[in-house]
């Protein structure tokens, strides 16, 4: 059934929307000043949306960056929010998946008391 609606098109196109804002959100940090911050935005790009070409452009504004940012902290391991194996498999090496019951919510009777 995804084959034929052609499922990882729309998750490439959605993916490559969301590195193309997360560039322009690290362009901003330099162009404002910020090259702590557009660093690790820049390296963030280049971790989460690899295969893209927006990651090749955060690559290239990375070998500019200033070396003060640069020894900044990378940022956390993430994976894109589309990523549809990366949801399958657990996090950390050697977790396993669980299954997590749903809370039970007590429910309240919509008939007020004493009334049928």
Request: charged residues 25%; hydrophobic residues 35%; neutral net charge.
């Amino acid at each position: 059934m995804a084959e034929e609606e052609n499922v990882q098109r729309f998750i490439d196109a959605i993916n490559n929307t969301l590195a193309r804002k997360l560039l322009e959100t690290a362009d901003f940090y330099r162009r404002t000043g910020h090259p702590g911050a557009a660093v690790y935005t820049y390296r963030e790009v280049v971790q989460v949306y690899p295969n893209t070409k927006e990651a090749h452009t955060a690559e290239e504004a990375l070998r500019k960056s200033p070396p003060a940012a640069l020894a900044m902290a990378p940022p956390r391991a993430t994976t894109a929010p589309f990523d549809v194996a990366a949801s399958t498999r657990p996090s950390e090496p050697g977790q396993r998946l669980r299954s997590v019951p749903a809370p039970r919510i007590p429910v309240e009777p919509d008939v007020p008391p004493g009334r049928p």
